[in-house]
C-alpha cells in the first residue's frame, strides 16, 4: 500500500512540473517573430540590424533614408526556417506578394517618396503567424526635384519668362516706333501732296468747286444773279507782239498778271482765265457777296495804278510801255466746269459779253464800267459819264469811266479811309445776316423752338430799330450788329456752353469777310457780356433790349413754352411749376433800359405774370 502511495506521489510531481513548464512557456519561446536580419543597398552595401533592435517585437528600425541613387534594396528577415512570408510594401506595391519559405525581400528602382514595409508570417508546425511593420523607408528624391529646387525653378523660370516678356515687348514696341514713324512720314508726305494737289486745284479751280470735283467726280453748275465781270486787254498787243522778242514778251505778260492776281486774291476776288493778253476776273463767285461790285473796281482801280507806275518808269528810260483797257459790268451769269481731263472753270453769259463790250468799247488807262454797275457803286466812286455808247450786237448802252473814289471817302494817297471801310462793312452786314439765317436753317437740330433763326431775325431786327433811336455811331452799330447776329449760333453746336461755341465761330468768320481784329474783339466783348448780363456800353443796353424783347411781346406766352418745349428735350428742365416761377420771377426782375424799348413794350409786366399763373391752373 505504501509503494502505490509512493508511486502515485512520484507521478503526481511529474505531472505538476509538466504542466507547471507548459504553464510558464510562451509564444516567444515557441513561435520566433521576424524581423530584419540586413538591408541590402544597391547590391553592395549593407545595413545590419543591431541585437538591441532584434530583441524588439517585430525588431522595427525606422526612417531609413536613401538617396535616389539608392533606390534598388534588397530586405533580408530571420528566423528563415519553417516560416512562410508574405511582404508588402506600402506605397509601392499594389498587393501582397505570395506566400513563399524566402526570407528576403528585393525592390528595385523606387521612386522618391515614403513607404512602410509589412509582412505577413506563419510558422507550419503550428500554424500560427501574424502581421508586422518592419520598416519605415523614405527615397530622397533627385536635388533637382527637391522642393527648394523647383521653388528656385519657377523662380527662374518666371525671370526668363519676364525678361523674353520685356524683351519682346521692347522689340514691339521699336517695331511699331519704326512703323508709326513710317506711316507718319509716308502721312505726311501723303498730305503735303495732297495740300500741294489741292493748292494747284484751287489755283484752277474756286474751292467749293474743287472739293465738289473731289467728292463726286463732278461739278454741277450755278447760276448767280449778282456778280460783276472785269474784262482787260493791253492797247495794241499785236503790234507789240509782232516787233518784240517772243520770251521777253511772255516775261513781260506773266509779270502783269502775276501782280494782277495778288490784287484779285486780295480783295477776293475769282480768277477766271487769261486769253493772250486779255485777264477776266469776276466777283461774287463762288461765295455770294452784295460788294462785288465795289471790290471788282478796287481791283481795277489797282491795276490802273500798277500799269500807270510802270508807264512812268518806261518812259525815263526810254522803252516802250504798254498800256490797258479794263471793262466791266455786273448782272446774271452761269459757273461751272468744263472738260473732263484739263479742267477749266468759266462763267457764261450776256454778263459776260457786255463786260467784254465794255473793255473793247473803252480807252488806254481808263476804266470803263457800264450803267448797271454804276448804280451798284456811284455812292463810293466818282464816275465820268460817257454817254450812250454803241455796242456790237448790243446796240447802245450807258457807260462811265472811274476816275477814283470819291473824296470823302478816300485818304491822302488815294486809297478807301475809314469811312469807306465802314460803309462797305454796313453792306457785308447783310451778307453774314443770310449766311447765320442760312446757318440756321440748314445745320441746327429741329428741337431748337425757341433759339432758332426767327428768333435770330427777331433780335437783329430790334437792334437795327433801337440803334437807330438811340442814334448809335456806324462803328458801334456794326459791332453790335454782328453780335446779334452771332450771339445764339453757339446752340447750334454746343447747347451746353453756347457762348464759347459763339465767340468760336465769330474768330472764324469775321477775318472771311475782311473783318479786322478789332471787330472781332468788340463783337466778342458785346456776346460775353449779354450772357453774362453785364452792361458797360450803350451797345450792351441795346443788344439786352433787343434778346429779351419778347417779354413784353404780345406772343410771350407762345415763345416761353417752345422754350420750356427746348429746355425740356435738351435735359435743362425739372418741372412745369418750377419752370413758371423761373419765368416769372425773370419777367418781375428784367427791366428794358433804353428808352425806345421801354416804349415799344407791347405788354405789361403785370399781364404777363397774370398770364403764367393761368398756365399754371
Known amino acids: 500500500m505504501s509503494y502505490f502511495v509512493r508511486l502515485s506521489f512520484l507521478l503526481g510531481i511529474l505531472l505538476s512540473s509538466e504542466f507547471l513548464n507548459a504553464a510558464i512557456q510562451t509564444p516567444y519561446d515557441t513561435e520566433p517573430t521576424p524581423s530584419i536580419k540586413r538591408i541590402v543597398i544597391n547590391g553592395d552595401s549593407a545595413i545590419f ?23 534598388n534594396i534588397r530586405i533580408e528577415v530571420q528566423p528563415s526556417d519553417s516560416i512562410n512570408y508574405q511582404f508588402f510594401l506600402e ?64 523662380i527662374v523660370f518666371s525671370l526668363i519668362i519676364w525678361a523674353l516678356y520685356d524683351i519682346l515687348n521692347l522689340r514691339f514696341a521699336r517695331n511699331f516706333y519704326t512703323l508709326e514713324q513710317i506711316i507718319n512720314k509716308r502721312t505726311e508726305d501723303l498730305i503735303i501732296e495732297k495740300e500741294k494737289t489741292e493748292a494747284l486745284l484751287a489755283n484752277v479751280l474756286p474751292k467749293n468747286t474743287a472739293n465738289e470735283i473731289m467728292e463726286k467726280g463732278k461739278a454741277t453748275k450755278i447760276k448767280y444773279n449778282f456778280v460783276t465781270v472785269l474784262f482787260s486787254d493791253i492797247q495794241g498787243f499785236t503790234k507789240i507782239a509782232e516787233e518784240m522778242n517772243p520770251e521777253v514778251l511772255i516775261d513781260e505778260l506773266d509779270k502783269f498778271f502775276f501782280y494782277f492776281d495778288s490784287v484779285v486774291e486780295k480783295f477776293g476776288i475769282e480768277k477766271i482765265k487769261t486769253i493772250g493778253d486779255a485777264y477776266m476776273c469776276a466777283g461774287g463767285i463762288p461765295e455770294k457777296n452784295r460788294t462785288n461790285p465795289v471790290e471788282v473796281i478796287l481791283a481795277a482801280l489797282e491795276m490802273k495804278a500798277y500799269m500807270n507806275k510802270l508807264k512812268e518808269t518806261s518812259e ?55 450803267g448797271t454797275t454804276y448804280e451798284f457803286v456811284k455812292e463810293f466812286f466818282s464816275c465820268e459819264f460817257r454817254g450812250k455808247m454803241p455796242v456790237k450786237y448790243k446796240g447802245e448802252l450807258e457807260m462811265y469811266f472811274v476816275n477814283g473814289i470819291i473824296p470823302e471817302l478816300c485818304d491822302e494817297n488815294g486809297g478807301p479811309n475809314r469811312k469807306f471801310v465802314i460803309k462797305m462793312q454796313m453792306i457785308k452786314l447783310q451778307d453774314i445776316e443770310e449766311m447765320i439765317i442760312k446757318m440756321f436753317d440748314d445745320e441746327a437740330s429741329p428741337n431748337l423752338y425757341f433759339h432758332n433763326s426767327s428768333m435770330v431775325k427777331n433780335i437783329c431786327n430790334q437792334v437795327e430799330l433801337l440803334s437807330r433811336a438811340e442814334n448809335l455811331p456806324d462803328e458801334e452799330f456794326i459791332n453790335l450788329k454782328l453780335a446779334s447776329v452771332f450771339l445764339l449760333t453757339g446752340y447750334i453746336s454746343d447747347y451746353d456752353k453756347p457762348m464759347e461755341a459763339s465767340l468760336r465761330l465769330v474768330e472764324e468768320i469775321l477775318p472771311v ?66 419752370w413758371i416761377e423761373s419765368q416769372r420771377k425773370q419777367i418781375s426782375d428784367h427791366q428794358f433800359i433804353t428808352p425806345t424799348a421801354r416804349l415799344l413794350r407791347s405788354v405789361s409786366e403785370d399781364d404777363q405774370i397774370e398770364g403764367l399763373h393761368m398756365l399754371i391752373q
Open 49 to 71: 540590424i543591431s541585437d538591441s533592435a532584434k530583441s524588439q517585437p517585430g525588431g522595427l528600425r525606422k526612417n531609413i533614408t536613401l538617396s535616389y541613387r539608392n533606390n
Open 91 to 154: 506605397g509601392f506595391d499594389k498587393k501582397w506578394s505570395s506566400w513563399t519559405f524566402v526570407n528576403f525581400k528585393e525592390y528595385t528602382n523606387i521612386p522618391a517618396g515614403k513607404y512602410l514595409l509589412k509582412i505577413r508570417y506563419i510558422n507550419n508546425p503550428g500554424n500560427s503567424g501574424g502581421e508586422i511593420s518592419l520598416l519605415s523607408l523614405r527615397v530622397l528624391p533627385l536635388w533637382y526635384f527637391s522642393t527648394p529646387a523647383i521653388l528656385i525653378c519657377i
Open 316 to 370: 525815263l528810260e526810254g522803252m516802250k510801255y504798254w498800256d490797258i483797257r479794263i471793262g466791266i459790268h455786273t448782272g446774271t451769269v452761269v459757273a461751272g466746269v468744263v472738260g473732263q481731263k484739263k479742267l477749266s472753270y468759266d462763267i457764261w453769259g450776256d454778263t459776260v459779253n457786255t463786260a467784254s463790250r465794255m473793255e473793247s468799247s473803252g480807252e488806254a488807262g481808263k476804266i470803263n464800267i457800264s
Open 513 to 578: 469777310y475782311n473783318f479786322n481784329q478789332d471787330n472781332v474783339d468788340s463783337t466778342k466783348n458785346l456776346i460775353r457780356n449779354s450772357f453774362n448780363d453785364h452792361w458797360e456800353s450803350p451797345a450792351d443796353n441795346i443788344l439786352n433790349d433787343a434778346r429779351y424783347d419778347y417779354l413784353g411781346r404780345v406772343d410771350y406766352m407762345k415763345l416761353t413754352e417752345k422754350l420750356l418745349r427746348e429746355r425740356t428735350e435738351y435735359g435743362k428742365h425739372t418741372d412745369n411749376k418750377s
